[in-house]
């Protein structure tokens, strides 16, 4: 299939329709779901498709029972928290952290909606876009294109378009907006907010930086998964990417992290959104310019997630095994240290070009950083 021309927003509702046929139109799409899909509930999106006229037709009658049955075979619990910062007719920038190419923004919609409250609208990067199924999938879904290909004045134009558009998603109460805080995940688990984000999201306002962000109505989200399906995946990157500086990841491999990332057990998720940035950014006055204001708003953002990430025992003996100590055995018992370093050895065993244990190390770092970044302002 061809790469899609560029388009920033989503399908509107009156595209839907034609979408939807399209999208059921494709033998590889419905040969898909068959692959996670109970026969019964494959019955029933069949039958349902043609009962979606809008997008929030389609997430409730197709996206929402998938997800269920994803959750049931690949988390053990799934829960949110924070929702006393969230007001239901407001509309706000969700900044989150990164774990899952496909499920971190799928199942913020779950609790939104759950919980009382609309859907949010998505970004992804154009990277996941580049066949038509996928574009159709994202689209109906809400979602609108992060570019991150083209000339650097091709670069400027859409993120000047981009910054617009979600400022005035927001400003006009018309959709709250989820958006990563880096470009892709933080494969080694050190959440980090990109101040090119940031200075990308500000491209839309005035000289007043200050004033433009309290307008955003940001929110951090704190994304926390006990276990990351794709953590050896990313680990062997790391280890290819170090043999090969080089060695690049292509659209197969994006596929099959999603594909990955949705069957993989996960066991426990947690969403926590956390305090909205409004009263904090009076401080971004004091900056003696407008990169020092992006850097502390970075920072303001990354300290909310950091000290609401929900922390489990596998990140509590991943530091300990990093360290070779006990420092936080009263966080887990002796049962949960034993299943943990099997746990461990056995990713391992699975990694090639590792004679150093340097994929060893690298695991064991991705799941103690949330640990670190959270003690880093105790």
């Known amino acids: 299939m061809e790469p899609i021309p560029y388009r920033l927003e989503p399908f509107r509702d009156d595209e839907i329709e034609a979408a939807i046929a399209e999208l059921f139109s494709y033998p590889a799409f419905t040969e898909g779901m068959k692959m996670f899909l109970p ?36 988390i053990k619990e799934l829960s949110a928290s924070g929702f006393e910062h969230l007001g239901p007719s407001e509309r706000y920038l969700f900044v989150s952290n990164h774990r899952d190419i496909v499920l971190d923004s799928a199942f913020l919609n779950i609790v939104l909606f759950e919980n009382g409250f609309d859907t949010s609208q998505i970004a992804i990067g154009d990277n996941l876009m580049m066949h038509r199924i996928s574009e159709l999938l994202f689209r ?10 083209g000339t ?31 470009e892709g995940r933080a494969k080694d688990g050190n959440d980090r907010t990109q101040v090119g984000l940031l200075t990308m999201l500000s491209l839309s306002g005035k ?137 461990f050895e056995d990713q391992v065993k699975q990694l090639q070009q590792d004679s150093d244990d340097a994929g060893y190390t690298y695991l064991l770092t991705m799941y103690a950083n949330p640990l670190i970044n959270a003690n880093s302002y105790h």
């Open 39 to 74: 026969e019964p509930l494959l019955q029933q999106v069949m039958l349902m498709k043609d009962q979606v006229h809008t997008a929030t037709d389609f997430q409730t009658k197709i996206v929402a029972p998938f997800l269920k049955v994803i959750q049931k075979i690949s």
């Open 140 to 149: 109906i879904n809400k979602s609108f294109v992060v570019r991150r290909t």
């Open 152 to 182: 650097a004045r091709e670069l400027y134009s859409s993120s000047l378009q981009m910054s617009t558009y979600i400022h005035q998603l927001i400003t006009n109460k018309l959709d709250s907006v989820w958006i990563a805080q880096r």
């Open 207 to 343: 000289k007043d930086i200050k004033q433009h962000f309290q307008n955003l109505n940001i929110i951090p989200l704190a994304i926390s998964y006990e276990y990351d399906p794709c953590a050896l995946l990313k680990t062997q990157e790391y280890l290819n990417k170090r043999a090969d500086p080089e060695v690049k990841k292509s659209f197969k491999q994006d596929v099959e992290y999603m594909l990955l990332g949705i069957k993989g057990q996960k066991g426990r998720v947690h969403f926590h959104f956390g305090e909205l940035l409004t009263d904090q950014l009076e401080a971004l006055a004091e900056a003696d310019n407008s990169k020092k204001q992006l850097e502390l708003l970075a920072e303001m953002i990354d300290q909310s997630i950091h000290q609401n990430y929900h922390l489990w025992p596998v990140n509590y003996i991943a530091y300990d095994l990093l360290h070779n100590s006990n420092t936080y055995k009263t966080h887990y018992t002796e049962q949960e240290l034993e299943w943990h370093c099997r746990f």
